[in-house]
């Protein structure tokens, strides 16, 4: 695959992964729904790693990696998928737009890497003041939004925290090994959640919302989970940063507005001026002053 293919299939997977979260729990529920995901990534998984012949590592470092990505997918994705029955799937996308300045605070912290200089400071400030536009806008969709975006903040927390783990362990098995090992450690807890919560299979209709329960299932679970790492470790490898990073740059916008004309989700006006400061202050944490560099424009 060429790198302009996989990079446009990353900002698709990305900007579609809110929406898909949000239809494939009606109906079925946030519970069945992320259980059912994990368990089909986890045989596709399974069944790419035996076609292609990839190793899977088991030694001490890979199953410390395993558990950290674990703990850290079912941390999420147990409070993405919860909250997505109270915000938006605009909001989700928005949400883990703050994921690299959360890691990056967290590798300033734990793993001392890298210094805290001004621009990375500003970024940092610009992203709480979008964080706080984005909550100030849940006030006025309810209660029941308030909680989800904390359950949101939480929820990216986890994913940034664990990413941090996971360089600290400093594993160098195969990335989509890594994916099948994350996931059968996370899969147990996701059922436990499933069979305390609810515990009952869901009655699945012959309605168009249960098809697209369903549908939304399957893509997340071959597309969101499977071939969305294959992808954007392949970009890793043979792309620059600078220009991975955009993604989450057009992510978030890419997503309110699918949210809002698929699902006519309400986007109120804080919502979108919270939106521009986290994406501006995310420009400026990663690249400074000098983030145009990077802009897809032939000079």
Known sequence: MSLPAAFLSVIMIWSTTPLAIKWSTVEIGSSFSVLSRMAISVLVCALV???????????????????????????????????AQHVSSGMISVMYGLSPLITSFAAMLWL?????TTHKLIGMLLGITGLVLVFQGGLG???????????????????????????????????????LGTLLVALPLFYIVWWFS????????????????????????????????????????????????????????????????????????????????????LGMHRWGLMWLEYLPVRR
């Open 112 to 116: 001392k890497e890298e210094a805290i």
């Open 198 to 281: 609810d515990g009952n299979l869901p009655v699945i209709s012959n309605s168009a919302e249960s098809k697209r329960a369903i549908a939304a299932i399957l893509y997340l679970a071959t597309f969101g989970s499977v071939l969305g790492f294959m992808f954007y470790f392949y970009m890793i490898k043979h792309m620059e940063a600078g220009r991975i990073a955009l993604i989450t740059l057009i992510t978030p916008v890419i997503a309110l507005l699918l949210g809002h004309g698929l699902n006519q989700e309400e986007v109120l006006p804080e919502v979108w001026f919270g939106t521009a400061f986290i994406l501006l202050g």
């Open 141 to 179: 969709l309810g209660e029941g939004a308030l909680l989800g975006l904390a359950a949101l903040l939480a929820a990216v927390t986890s994913q940034s925290l664990g990413m941090v783990w996971m360089k600290q362990i400093g594993d160098d098995s195969p990335p989509l090994a890594t994916t």
């Open 49 to 83: 790693l035996a076609v292609l012949r990839i190793r899977f590592p088991v030694h001490r470092r890979a199953c410390l990696s395993y558990l950290a990505g674990g703990l850290s997918i079912f941390g999420a994705m147990t409070l993405t998928y919860w909250s």
